[in-house]
């Protein structure tokens, strides 16, 4: 069964950056569209960008689209999450999910524990 593993998670300042990781623990994510999603202190959890494999089609959430770019690298069989001009409402913990197969769908089959991201004000 395949395992995602997020890091990266931090405090950053409104308008930095970051970038997000997720591996792989147990199988590979190869033959598997991936995903994150985030959940904010007291909302729910929310879609926030994935990519088929091997890597052809990405999609986002219309509230980061233009500043988070996800990527993958089948190589070292990791997927990033590329965070620019981050605001205070993008705080949330970040997780890293398998989808059943290649194609992105509505609901990822495998979770990752997640990763706390803090932007300050």
């Known amino acids: 069964q395949v395992q995602p593993v997020e890091s990266g998670g931090g405090l950053v300042q409104a308008g930095g950056s970051l970038r997000l990781s997720c591996a792989a623990s147990g199988r590979t994510f190869s033959g598997y569209a991936m995903g994150w999603l985030r959940q904010a202190p007291g909302k729910e959890r929310e879609f926030v960008a994935a990519?088929?494999?091997?890597?052809?089609?990405?999609y986002y959430a219309d509230s980061v689209k233009g500043r988070f770019t996800i990527l993958r690298d089948n190589a070292k069989n990791t997927v990033y999450l590329q965070m620019n001009s981050l605001k205070p409402e993008d705080t949330a913990v970040y997780y890293c999910?398998?989808?059943?197969?290649?194609?992105?769908?509505?609901?990822?089959?495998?979770w990752g524990q997640g990763t706390l991201v803090t932007v300050s004000s």
């Open positions: 990519i088929s494999w091997p890597g052809s089609n990405t």
């Open positions: 999910a398998a989808y059943l197969g290649a194609i992105v769908t509505t609901t990822p089959r495998h």
